[in-house]
């Protein structure tokens, strides 16, 4: 319903990667400051910020979302912008996306009450339910290729380099 | 600084999962909406909301930042608030917490204009700047718990299965 202008986006991006090497490498960026018990102001490369807590169980003071949910939500609204642009450039109309997304964590990792428990999550369910006039393959084929390409899909499912630096003063 | 009650978290937490094998599972959740061009609105389990959306180079309204500036986000508040726990469990005292977040990302891949080019981050590089009265030694220790155990840098660095369900309708 949205999609002319982001075929007009996808084109003229595509177009311009094909011709500049240099162009389409994006950094970006979060910078992070601790202001409360586990309560953590976030301030994001396009200017925006937001607060990162935990509910009072867990010894917070419950200001906003935690970070595996902050994580699951960039997992599903990545998920949600990507089937925008691939609906977009395959020419498959979609009406409404409404995603759920749900991962399992057993806190004996982040705890460290037992050896060999992952910190992070077991495993990660993605529900994605649209709407619209095309048949259900054609919605199948837009979402094995938002899978595909699917920034957000990639850091959970694949491995990501991090490097760590302290300094200390 | 906020440490003691912390402390009291994580010891009663552990005591809890040693006693009881169903206590500590968690489930966590985010719903997404897509409710603009590439405009997402976000609800998660602990009941707060917030809205994802890409900047208007992108195609957006730049309502909010974007999932992968929250993926990195979360990252980086994981890993503060993964410091506050284990400052108090080790008994660290740190004053203060500053955390830089950048990730790589070749747009290429996203937008399939190249094969083999991964959609996600290619690299991502964590600074994190503490300060307070205790040894450099003590603080690096401090970091390689906190890189131990942090949930979100355990989904970055290692590998998630995910569960991709699709609904038509």
Known sequence: M?????????ESASSRMRRDEKWGHVV???TLDVT?????????GSGHSFTVDEPA?????????GPVEYALAALGSCQAITYQFWAAHLGVTVDTIHIVVEGDLDL??????????????????????VSGPES???YEELAAA??????VLDI???TVAVERTLTVS
């Open 2 to 10: 949205w999609n002319m202008s982001l075929t007009t986006v996808m």
């Open 28 to 30: 970006y960026r979060a």
């Open 36 to 44: 409360g018990a586990t309560e953590v102001a976030a301030t994001v």
């Open 57 to 65: 169980s867990f010894g917070g003071g419950d200001a906003g979302p």
């Open 108 to 129: 004996r990792g982040f705890f460290g009450v037992r050896e060999g428990v992952r910190p992070g999550l077991g495993a990660v369910r993605v529900n994605v339910a």
């Open 136 to 138: 259900p393959q054609r």
């Open 146 to 151: 938002v899978d595909e390409h699917c920034p």
């Open 156 to 158: 959970f499912t694949g």
